[in-house]
């Protein structure tokens, strides 16, 4: 249950350096409420300085030697413990992502298993992660490749998955042998408190996963700019993401950046109506739409556009929008006054464009909902590719359909978009299917499923403004972690003539 100022203190959450539960040396705080009732507080939590973050930078690099050589398979069952601690907590881990981000508990749980998915496969890499031998050109000569940490690295993590974001890229981080630098959302601290309690508990050496909250501007960007720290994962919004890459390039640093979406689902004439309909609907509200694999647009070829968007209506008005915590509630509050300002805005932009909206469209208040921030599902119709609506990331439960005329038109209009993050086609036609996943742009490629989901043993990850840098997750992820050590062993009795040319 959470505290309200009223009933009981609120409590102070502190960042993790060192081993420690450290102040800022601000000494300043910044309230956390919740977004289903924005008069309580769920905590006070660090607004960090660069100092504090160079601090926590130099503390993983005084932890790097012991845990770069500490064997994988042993750094595994570090993983392993913070696996089951997570699973004896995975209620308080619900609900505190519940409260803190507002999605509904059943997505909320389903969150908390993608995380321990992760950190399983990732524990399990600690006794393969592979490098290979091959015949050298010489005789009496070895060759093979082994895997090294690439040292300290910054992980900057959005609000909308606040654990599982951080644990992909933890979890893959420290059984390569990294040590970290954890900088959350700044709205999302509390998930991210919990989430290192798990592997404080789990017997993390100190200085190994260090723990800093605070604003991207300062708090990221120190970590961004600090010469020992060698690699970044950054999740988050292209502007931002596009300027830690160059930023990283300038400074030789390793980075990947998982960015924004326009997801787009087409439903061809043939398909199976009801599964797509099931599909789409929680595509596009599931979550309140604050996933970036969300469905953000459908294209429907048009023999079934009207007997579709009777249906899409109708179904899009059963759901139930209300708090996160009600288990009846389908679609729960936006997390922040930010993006209800960001999605009413958009919802004008698409009126004032000439788009008919279908269903939806206001901002819910009265009773309950004037404690959060909610907006009603909402449907746009008569969209065409070149409106805002059509072509910027929302972020929302804002849908915008369009009308094709076949396979060829409505992939047309799917890649029409600077992003290239997920995707799918329904239909029961093998041959179009096939056409459809050679030609889509999007990382990700569904066939009658909705855009979102993944699996942890497989790649995660976009093209174009989408992603840039190796794919998160999957054997992928230790690419990115490690580098990979070229090693020559020439055990012959004599010196070799000529000597090698390069
Ligand atoms: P941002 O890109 O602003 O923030 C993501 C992370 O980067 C946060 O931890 C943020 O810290 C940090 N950050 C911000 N500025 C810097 C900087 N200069 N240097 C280093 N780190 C920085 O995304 P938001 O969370 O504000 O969301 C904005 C929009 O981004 C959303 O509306 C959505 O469109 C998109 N988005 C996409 C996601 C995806 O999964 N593809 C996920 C989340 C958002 P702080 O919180 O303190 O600002």
């Not at 993983?79 to 907590?89: D, S, V």
């Not at 009658?448 to 993944?454: I, M, R, S």
């Not at 990979?484 to 000529?498: C, G, S």
Request: hydrophobic fraction near 40%; proline fraction near 6%; charge should be negative.
């Amino acid at each position: 249950m959470a505290s309200t100022p009223e009933t009981t203190p609120v409590a102070t959450y502190r960042n993790y350096i060192g081993g420690q539960w450290t102040e800022s040396q601000s000494g300043r705080t910044y309230p956390i409420t919740s977004p289903a009732s924005k008069q309580t507080v769920l905590g006070e939590f660090q607004t960090s300085t660069p100092a504090d973050a160079l601090q926590a930078v130099a503390a993983a690099e005084a932890a790097l030697e012991g845990w770069a050589n500490t064997p994988a398979p042993a750094r595994a069952q570090v993983l392993y413990r913070a696996l089951e601690i997570m699973g004896r907590r995975s209620d308080e881990l619900a609900r505190t992502i519940t409260l803190e981000e507002g999605k509904p508990l059943a997505d909320a749980r389903g969150e908390v298993r993608r995380a321990m998915n992760i950190i399983e496969y990732a524990a399990g890499e600690g006794r393969r992660m592979f490098g290979y031998t091959t015949p050298s050109e010489l005789p009496s000569t070895v060759a093979y490749t082994v895997r090294r940490p690439l040292g300290v690295v910054a992980i900057i993590t959005p609000w909308n998955f606040p654990i599982a974001i951080p644990a992909w890229k933890m979890a893959p981080a420290l059984i390569c042998g990294n040590t970290l630098i954890f900088k959350p959302a700044s709205i999302t601290p509390f998930s991210a408190v919990k989430l290192t309690e798990v592997f404080e508990e789990a017997g993390l050496p100190p200085g190994v996963l260090n723990l800093i909250t605070g604003p991207g501007g300062s708090v990221g960007n120190a970590l961004v700019e600090s010469e020992a720290v060698r690699g970044i994962s950054f999740t988050g919004s292209t502007e931002i993401g596009t300027g830690i890459y160059a930023e990283g390039a300038r400074r030789l640093k390793k980075v990947q950046c998982e960015m924004g979406g326009k997801n787009a689902v087409i439903l061809l004439a043939d398909a199976d109506l009801d599964k797509a309909l099931g599909g789409i609907v929680q595509g596009a509200f599931g979550s309140t739409g604050q996933r970036c694999t969300a469905t953000s647009r459908v294209i429907v070829e048009e023999e079934v556009y009207d007997s579709f968007m009777e249906q899409l209506v109708e179904r899009t008005g059963r759901l139930k929008v209300g708090d996160g915590m009600a288990p009846d509630t389908d679609v729960s509050p936006l997390s922040s006054q930010s993006q209800l300002d960001t999605v009413l805005e958009y919802i004008g932009v698409g009126a004032e464009e000439g788009a008919n909206l279908a269903s939806g469209g206001r901002h819910l208040t009265g009773g309950e909902f004037d404690q959060g921030y909610y907006v009603e599902p909402t449907i746009f119709t008569d969209v065409t590719p070149e409106m805002r609506i059509a072509q910027e990331e929302i972020f929302g439960p804002v849908l915008t359909v369009f009308k094709a005329k076949d396979l060829e038109e409505a992939v047309q209009i799917s890649n029409s978009v600077k992003f290239g993050l997920s995707s799918s086609v329904y239909t029961r036609d093998l041959p179009r299917a096939y056409r459809y996943i050679n030609t889509v742009e999007a990382g990700m490629v569904h066939v009658n499923a909705p855009t979102l989901g993944g699996e942890v043993h497989l790649p995660f990850g976009g093209l174009k403004a989408s992603g840039v840098g190796q794919r998160e997750q999957g054997v992928e992820a230790v690419d990115f972690f490690s580098e990979v050590i070229t090693v020559y062993i020439d055990y012959a009795d004599e010196a070799r003539t000529p000597a090698p040319f390069i």
